[in-house]
């Protein structure tokens, strides 16, 4: 088994330990799993994390049986959008114990949306403190089966009764678990189109803010509708550089070179599967490029012959291949069955993430037994 330290302090942990009440379930649900068959997003774990901030701190952390929540219909977050999310995955090692991959990059990000979405930041004893004895309640929900995993869903909504435009004084903080199968089962569809954007500089791009999703959800059931599964968005002004797509960063394999669209624009998530699969790509051997990429350049590479692989990345979807990628009058179909650089990434990957091979930039954090 390869060696996993803890990043977290004993004092965070105590801190959590002392702050976050526990009240565990009598009955667990797990027996009406069928671990088998996992699909993405449908069913959810015995236990859920929820706390508040009162404007000034944040308190009533409770790690309890999974339920719904009481909303009062003039929630600030839903009216005016004050919500943020963040997607990780625990999976098991080789000797069964649970593992969560770098929660401490989710934890930057989601107090960067935060920040954007002028929320309060989450305090470590309570997001990675709290995930922590959250997923150590759930340890058996955590699966071992290929391709699945435990995926984690924090999140932050505005909690004021108030419809008038404001920063919300008050929020909820929750962490619901989700044992889940692939995203996609089979490789993807992809549409460039030059009428709908996701992000513009300036924007909310960067953030995980549930919005950004909600403004595609249109455009994007256009495409489905024209057999498409995502859309891979470009800018807003010449409808050329490649963003990323709908739930995912996309990577072009062009030659010996790998392109990805760099973050400085702020217009794209700062992907956690993105940064991993950098290194990953790195340590293969490929020269790694993360800057402007034109859907043209794309286009060129495949007239050329070049172009031998694009595939996107994500927490939820890992590494999703692409087999048609649509722009304009050109139609590029690739044969996904000859992705030689994405097999290996996600071999890689997935052997770092269940302890096959040596964690060696420490990415995985293991589940403390209390
Ligand atoms: C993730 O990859 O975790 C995401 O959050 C994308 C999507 C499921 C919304």
Known sequence: MMAVENPITKTVQEEALRKIKLNLTKESRIGEIDFNNLVFGKKYADHMLVADFDGHEWKNAEILPFQHLSVSPSNAAWHYGQAIFEGIKAYKDQDGEPMIFRPYDNYARFNTSAER?????????????????LINADRDWVPSNKGCSLYLRPFMIAADEFIGVKPSDTYKFVIINSPAGPYFNKPIKLLVQDKYIRAFPGG?????????????????????KQGYDQILWVDGLEFKQLQECGTMNVFAIIGNKAITPDLTQGTILAGVTRASVIDILSDMGLTVEERPVSIEEVVTAWKAGTLREVFGTGTASSVAYVEQLDYKEHQIKLDTTKYSVGAEVIERLDAIRTGRAEDTRNWNYKITRL
Do not use: C, R, S
């Open 117 to 133: 979405m002028g929320m309060p930041t989450v305090p470590e004893w309570l997001f990675i403190g709290g995930m922590d004895l």
């Open 204 to 224: 909310v791009g960067y953030a995980k803010a549930a919005g950004n999703y909600g403004g595609t959800m249109y455009p994007t059931m256009q495409a489905k």
